[in-house]
Nanobody, 129 residues
Framework: QLQLVESGGELVQPGGSLRLSCAASGFSLYYYTIGWFRQAPGKEREGVSCSASRGGTTNYKDSVKGRFTISRDNAKNMVYLQIDSLKAEDTAVYYC??????????????????????WGQGTQVTVSS
């Protein structure tokens, strides 16, 4: 059974940093594209970063470029999202999601929510002083 479990969300002050983790089980992460999404209260879920399968490219929402860094450890079946210089507007529930598997092609990734088939339960990030 394919599962994704996020962790690492917490209350942090503006300007602080966090590393969110996403643990995958039931499948080999290498063949899947992974995305990080967030949903703030009253807003639609939006993609903030993604990492394509099989060593493909990464992508970021424009507003988070330079502050968010996605990485993965395929051997550990883990995906991470490093968030630096946190702002109040980063407050949201953060989700990791997967699409695939891809045995060929798909060396680029998408931030479109509807393209992802598997979702974790989310982890809350609150940025406040």
């Amino acid at each position: 059974q394919l599962q994704l479990v996020e962790s690492g969300g917490e209350l942090v002050q503006p300007g602080g940093s966090l590393r969110l983790s996403c643990a995958a089980s039931g499948f080999s992460l290498y063949y899947y594209t992974i995305g990080w999404f967030r949903q703030a209260p009253g807003k639609e879920r939006e993609g903030v970063s993604c990492s394509a399968s099989r060593g493909g490219t990464t992508n970021y929402k424009d507003s988070v470029k330079g502050r968010f860094t996605i990485s993965r450890d395929n051997a550990k079946n883990m995906v991470y999202l490093q968030i630096d210089s946190l702002k109040a507007e980063d407050t949201a529930v953060y989700y990791c999601a997967a699409r695939g598997p891809f045995l060929s092609g798909q060396r680029m990734c998408t931030l479109v929510t509807s393209e992802y088939h598997y979702w974790g339960q989310g982890t809350q990030v609150t940025v406040s002083s």
